[in-house]
């Protein structure tokens, strides 16, 4: 129990009185404040609660968004390569359509140009030997001029 002795005199006790209900109130506001700090805890936690589910709730929502922008992108990246393989076929097709129209101008003016080496070749042929042949003409022609100039030589050098 208690060091205290029991207030024997009136006065006694109502010191002892003053003192418990000063005691008392001490408690009992403490206990207030206790109560108030408790309640201020519940806010604070229900109030980080909503937050934090807020949060997750707007992670997942932005988590989703993400996802939908890779996949858009993903397909759209893959919508633009189809695009430009079409497009590049459809000019390697214009090409090889162009070139197949072409084909029968081509075959005509080939065999024209074939004909026309074919007979730059036989000129060729025929003027070299023309060349040859007047090459010839002109060394003999110049040896029968050389004979003749040392004859002419000869005989004035012995007249």
Same mark, same amino acid.
């Given at each position: ?16 009185? +003053?003192? &418990?209900? *000063? @005691?008392?109130? !001490?408690?009992?506001?403490? %206990?207030? $404040?206790? =109560?108030?700090? /408790? ?38 990246? +893959?919508? &633009?390569? *189809? @695009?430009?393989? !079409?497009?590049?076929?459809? %000019?390697? $097709?214009? =090409?090889?359509? /162009? ?46 001029? !050389? ?13």
């Amino acid at each position: 129990m208690s060091s205290e002795t029991t207030p024997s005199t009136e006065q006694e006790w109502e010191q002892k009185l +003053a003192q &418990l209900r *000063a @005691t008392n109130e !001490e408690l009992q506001r403490r %206990r207030a $404040d206790a =109560e108030k700090d /408790r309640d201020l805890f519940r806010d604070l936690y229900g109030k980080a609660s909503a937050h934090a589910s807020a949060v997750s709730a707007e992670n997942n929502e932005l988590a989703e968004r993400a996802a939908l922008a890779e996949g858009q992108a993903r397909d759209g990246v +893959a919508m &633009l390569k *189809a @695009t430009y393989d !079409e497009r590049r076929d459809a %000019r390697m $097709d214009d =090409e090889i359509r /162009r070139r197949a129209a072409l084909e029968p101008e081509l075959r005509v003016e080939n065999e024209q140009l074939r004909g026309r080496l074919a007979a730059l070749e036989e000129d060729y042929t025929r003027l070299e030997g023309l060349l040859e042949g007047m090459t010839r003409a002109q060394v003999e022609e110049t040896s029968a001029l !050389e004979s003749t100039v040392k004859n002419t030589i000869l005989a004035s050098v012995h007249a």
